[in-house]
């Protein structure tokens, strides 16, 4: 026979896990996105959802060369930052959401068009002539995820990712 604490135990234990995948069900879908800038020249921050690396590795970005001339290039070519001016996506279908950062300024919002599972690329840019600096690569299948990038003492930018449960955090330049 079962005794009565083994029973409460257990409904305890399944209550418990029932509200864990039902707030993790129900969370905010889109990534919510913080970027802090503590440098003296504004960011422009562009996010990217696409369904995975693989997807991500046929996108075509239009930039202008340090000599100005203007040529295509895949996310391949942007992972490393060649400090070309003006990423621009050329191909149709991918969601895409845009911040731009003031010296002195935090911006907080969520990233929309994304779905549960998408890997989210941002491209990183300085200043008004838009120069590339980093390009930053995020997966979570999860909801309830937070993304952060911070520009500090003039130095590249840092980047943390927290999905449900899980921390993750990169460095770059």
Sequence with gaps: ???????????????????????AATGTPEPILTVENENDVEYHVTAY???????????????????????LVSFADLVWPNYDRNVTLVDDGVNSHEVTVEP???????????EHGDQTIY?????????HVATLTKTCTSRGQD???????????????????????????
């Design 104 to 114: 002195g300024e935090n911006v907080t919002t969520t990233v929309d068009g994304w």
């Design 123 to 131: 491209i990183l840019e300085e200043g008004d002539n838009r120069t």
């Design 1 to 23: 026979m079962v005794s009565r604490r083994l029973i409460a135990l257990l409904s305890v234990v399944a209550l418990f896990t029932v509200l864990i995948g039902i707030g």
């Design 147 to 173: 993304h952060g990038i911070s520009f500090s003492n003039g130095s590249g930018p840092s980047s943390s990712t927290v999905c449900t449960g899980e921390f993750v955090s990169w460095m770059f330049r």
């Design 49 to 71: 959802t696409v369904e995975d690396m693989d997807e991500a590795g046929y996108l075509n970005f239009e930039v202008t060369t340090e000599d100005g001339d203007q040529r």
